[in-house]
């Protein structure tokens, strides 16, 4: 059977995209959407798993759905999960259990500053710049859930998987294991500051917190101040610091903005830690359009006078041929992601038998 999903409807599409509807979740639906979608129907008889569309999803959980086990709580919903088992109503604790996450998908548009002319991990390279903190954190907080994350601007796709670092045979390695044990307590941190909006909240208005949830929240961080190294260095103490004066505050005056600010603190404390994590986890990167030195916005022109209106950090174009792609990034697009997804999925069918 033909692919529908080829280079040149790719190229079109985000063409068509970029002139009548350059948002994300525009991007999401309708271009990275029935990539991965394909890819899945491919092996659909032996192997159920399920692409699902988070972003018409609610930021908090409600009366049925708690989104607890594929996002942190205090951080986004991804934008696209693919799992199996997967129901939206999933407060019964046996759909609750059965859902097991397989990756989830972070979508960016083309022209996203976020990823344009960024890299995943410069290598020392100082005329490369990286992510910005706020994508590694964004990065972070789903791979921590669902293990392996997809982030793609649709120019570039790359892929996560912590159990590159998270392999038994690097257990005996100090640095990687302490690494761990970072990520572990930042998590920590985080979770016990986010709250579920059905269970935690007197008015889900208002956000207004009840009183015994406070108290378990308070608990829950004592806990994890006691776990903290002892070995601190002077940032590390102002954020311990920082924490216990939360733990001080009267239980009256304590409000969701509090413990706002120590996710904000646990952010930038932890955020070198975030990055070796992240950059550890990266497997590949693959350009699906040719990276040029910089990489330049794209527009799509519809006259000479545009054309010749073209800007230092613009090229525009209008249709295929304007712009540089790679067919064979392409084609290997497809394979990683097919290997991607059902790597882990073959090898827990053969342990089923």
Same mark, same amino acid.
């Given at each position: 059977?033909?692919?529908?999903?080829?280079?040149?409807?790719?190229?079109?599409?985000? /063409? !068509?995209?970029?002139?009548?509807?350059?948002?994300?979740?525009?991007?999401? $639906?309708?271009?990275?959407?029935?990539?991965?979608?394909?890819?899945?129907?491919?092996?659909?008889?032996?192997?159920?798993?399920?692409?699902?569309?988070?972003?018409?999803?609610?930021?908090?959980?409600?009366?049925?759905?708690?989104?607890?086990?594929?996002?942190?709580?205090?951080?986004?919903?991804?934008?696209?999960?693919?799992?199996?088992?997967?129901?939206?109503?999933?407060?019964?604790?046996?759909?609750?259990?059965?859902?097991?996450?397989?990756?989830?998908?972070?979508?960016?548009?083309?022209?996203?500053?976020?990823?344009?002319?960024?890299?995943?991990?410069?290598?020392?390279?100082?005329?490369?710049?990286?992510?910005?903190?706020?994508?590694?954190?964004?990065?972070?907080?789903?791979?921590?859930?669902?293990?392996?994350? /997809?982030?793609?601007?649709?120019?570039?796709?790359?892929?996560?998987?912590? $159990?590159?670092?998270?392999? !038994?045979?690097?257990?005996?390695?100090?640095?990687?294991?302490?690494?761990?044990?970072? /990520?572990?307590?930042?998590?920590?941190?985080?979770?016990?500051?986010?709250?579920?909006?059905?269970?935690?909240?007197?008015?889900?208005?208002?956000?207004?917190?009840?009183?015994?949830?406070?108290?378990?929240?308070?608990?829950?961080?004592?806990?994890?101040?006691?776990?903290?190294?002892?070995?601190?260095?002077? !940032?590390?103490?102002?954020?311990?610091?920082?924490?216990?004066?939360?733990?001080?505050?009267?239980?009256? /005056?304590?409000?969701?903005?509090?413990?706002?600010?120590?996710?904000?603190?646990?952010?930038?404390?932890?955020?070198?830690?975030?990055?070796?994590?992240?950059?550890?986890?990266?497997?590949?990167?693959?350009?699906?359009?040719?990276?040029?030195?910089?990489?330049?916005?794209? !527009?799509?022109?519809?006259? $000479?006078?545009?054309?010749?209106?073209?800007?230092?950090?613009?090229?525009?174009? $209008?249709?295929?041929?304007?712009?540089?792609?790679?067919?064979?990034?392409?084609?290997?697009?497809?394979?990683?992601?097919?290997?991607?997804?059902?790597?882990?999925?073959?090898?827990?069918?053969?342990?089923?038998?």
């Amino acid at each position: 059977m033909v692919s529908k999903c080829n280079i040149t409807w790719y190229l079109e599409k985000m /063409i !068509e995209l970029l002139c009548f509807s350059p948002k994300e979740d525009q991007f999401q $639906s309708y271009l990275i959407y029935p990539i991965i979608e394909e890819v899945i129907n491919k092996k659909k008889e032996s192997i159920n798993i399920e692409l699902i569309d988070c972003h018409n999803f609610a930021q908090d959980n409600t009366k049925t759905h708690t989104r607890y086990k594929y996002s942190v709580l205090s951080k986004a919903i991804p934008d696209l999960l693919i799992a199996r088992n997967f129901f939206y109503n999933n407060r019964d604790e046996k759909i609750y259990n059965s859902m097991q996450s397989i990756a989830s998908v972070e979508v960016k548009v083309p022209n996203s500053v976020e990823m344009l002319n960024k890299y995943v991990n410069s290598k020392g390279d100082k005329s490369k710049k990286e992510y910005d903190d706020q994508l590694y954190i964004q990065i972070l907080a789903s791979l921590v859930k669902n293990n392996k994350v /997809i982030l793609t601007n649709a120019r570039k796709w790359e892929f996560f998987d912590n $159990s590159l670092i998270n392999d !038994e045979k690097l257990a005996l390695n100090v640095e990687i294991k302490t690494l761990n044990e970072d /990520i572990k307590r930042y998590v920590e941190i985080i979770e016990i500051c986010g709250f579920d909006s059905y269970t935690d909240y007197k008015n889900p208005k208002t956000k207004e917190l009840k009183k015994d949830v406070i108290e378990s929240k308070k608990k829950l961080l004592i806990e994890v101040i006691s776990k903290i190294s002892n070995n601190t260095t002077e !940032e590390e103490s102002k954020f311990q610091v920082e924490l216990k004066e939360l733990l001080k505050k009267a239980r009256d /005056i304590t409000t969701k903005d509090d413990f706002n600010k120590i996710i904000n603190d646990a952010d930038k404390q932890y955020i070198q830690k975030i990055k070796k994590y992240i950059k550890l986890s990266h497997i590949k990167t693959i350009d699906i359009i040719k990276k040029g030195e910089p990489e330049k916005k794209m !527009e799509v022109y519809g006259s $000479s006078f545009d054309q010749m209106m073209e800007a230092d950090d613009t090229e525009y174009v $209008s249709g295929i041929q304007d712009i540089k792609y790679n067919l064979e990034s392409f084609d290997d697009l497809k394979l990683e992601l097919e290997k991607f997804l059902y790597e882990n999925e073959k090898n827990d069918i053969v342990n089923n038998f």
